[in-house]
């Protein structure tokens, strides 16, 4: 009867090991752009400030993240008509409202005009001053200059990331539309030259959000878990870990 005692427990012992296995965290896909100090790839154990409050939340709620990022236009087509796929950070617009499922906002972001040399507090002030104006592809950045009337001729898209604070830097566009962190920290990296900051122009939460298919437990899920990071004042670190000795112009 020994051996049968000594076979039960290695038995439950088995069963519990698959357990164990079998109810490991659920990885769920995470798009991010590159886009610091927002969201950034390859940087260790730093993700940026959406990055790394999403990372966070997702350990809450039980997930862990596997990243993909693609361009950013693409990458928002496959979340949105994909399963169970995250998203940040993305402005919630009227004309993405209904391709997502919209969890919870990870920070807020100001947006205004940038140059070497002039500041404008309008749009219509901007469209009269900056004959070419550089912008993030697929951004609401991007849709904001559109709805407000700027001519197509006069709107420059460029892929996330460097590129439109280099084309600034060499004269080949006149302005740079763009979240206010981001031109910071970009700047920085390229050059010691003072930007001019024109009055902020556009506000708007950033959010993390889910395929418009999308299971209600990992929308209450992270949803929770965000808050609770908000209220308990990690967001709030977080942020400020990575605003912390910027430029300000």
Same mark, same amino acid.
């Given at each position: 009867m020994k051996w049968i005692s000594r076979f039960i427990r290695c038995a439950v012992s088995a069963l519990l090991a698959g357990v164990s296995v079998t109810f490991a965290a659920p990885t769920i896909g995470l798009y991010v752009p590159e886009a610091p100090p927002l969201t950034m790839l390859g940087q260790a154990d730093e993700h940026g400030i959406a990055g790394d409050i999403v990372l966070q939340a997702m350990?809450?709620? $039980? %997930?862990?993240? #596997?990243?993909?990022?693609? &361009?950013?236009? #693409?990458?928002?087509?496959?979340?949105?008509?994909? *399963?169970d =796929?995250?998203?940040?950070?993305?402005?919630?617009? /009227?004309s993405r409202e209904n391709l997502f499922t919209?969890?919870? &906002?990870?920070?807020?972001?100001?947006?205004?005009?940038?140059?070497?040399? *002039?500041?404008?507090?309008?749009?219509?002030?901007?469209?009269k001053s900056f004959k070419l104006i550089a912008v993030?592809? @697929? !951004?609401?950045? +991007?849709?904001?200059?559109? +709805?407000?009337?700027?001519?197509?001729? /006069?709107? %420059?898209?460029l892929k996330i990331g460097e590129n439109p604070a280099q084309m600034l830097l060499m004269g080949r566009v006149d302005a740079w539309f763009n979240g206010v962190p981001e031109t910071r920290y970009i700047w920085r990296q390229i050059s010691d030259r003072p930007l001019v900051m024109s009055r902020v122009l556009m506000t708007a939460d950033l959010y993390l959000a889910c395929s418009k298919d999308c299971d209600p437990q990992i929308v209450e #899920?992270? #949803? !929770?878990?965000?808050?609770? =990071?908000?209220?308990? @004042? !990690?967001?709030? *670190?977080? +942020?400020?870990? %990575?605003? *912390? $000795?910027?430029?300000?112009?």
């Open positions: 350990a809450m709620a $039980g %997930y862990s993240a #596997r990243f993909a990022s693609p &361009p950013w236009p #693409r990458g928002q087509r496959e979340v949105s008509i994909g *399963k =796929l995250l998203i940040t950070p993305l402005t919630r617009s /009227q919209w969890i919870a &906002p990870v920070m807020t972001m100001d947006r205004t005009f940038f140059s070497l040399d *002039k500041r404008v507090d309008t749009f219509d002030e901007a469209r993030g592809l @697929g !951004t609401a950045q +991007e849709a904001r200059l559109r +709805e407000e009337g700027f001519p197509a001729s /006069q709107i %420059y898209p #899920r992270l #949803r !929770t878990a965000i808050n609770t =990071l908000e209220a308990n @004042g !990690t967001v709030g *670190k977080i +942020e400020a870990g %990575y605003l *912390k $000795g910027l430029p300000v112009w």
